[in-house]
């Protein structure tokens, strides 16, 4: 189901950049940045490339709490594990002192 729904997304964000493409194919802009000025862009490239670079700073702006998570999860992940180990030696540890010397007399045994 979930790739099906991939699919149609991918499907249907290619439609609409077609169409957009499509639509705009004629006409032309001034993109002014701060320090360069590009002119006679069309408008499809102009929206396309913005939105690109919308996508990159939402990217690098998510990669630095999303890799923060993930070494907390390993370091959790981690003490869990010792822990377990403790918690299996302990288990095999006698919990008295009568059981201590009846263990003692079978490995004398």
């Not at 790739?3 to 705009?24: D, E, K, P, T, Y």
């Not at 370091?75 to 180990?85: D, G, H, I, K, P």
Request: aromatic content about 4%; proline content about 3%.
């Amino acid at each position: 189901m979930r790739m099906v729904l991939r699919v149609l997304s991918v499907v249907l964000l290619l439609g609409l950049g077609v169409a957009l493409i499509a639509q705009n194919q004629k006409e032309i802009v001034s993109v002014h940045l701060m320090v360069v000025t590009f002119d006679e862009v069309p408008v499809w490239q102009a929206l396309l490339i913005s939105l690109l670079a919308g996508a990159g700073a939402t990217a690098l702006a998510c990669a630095w709490p999303l890799t923060r998570y993930r070494l907390r999860l390993r370091r959790a992940r981690q003490r869990m594990a010792e822990l377990e180990q403790e918690v299996h030696g302990l288990r095999t540890l006698p919990l008295g002192e009568d059981e201590a010397e009846d263990a003692a007399r079978a490995r004398a045994e």
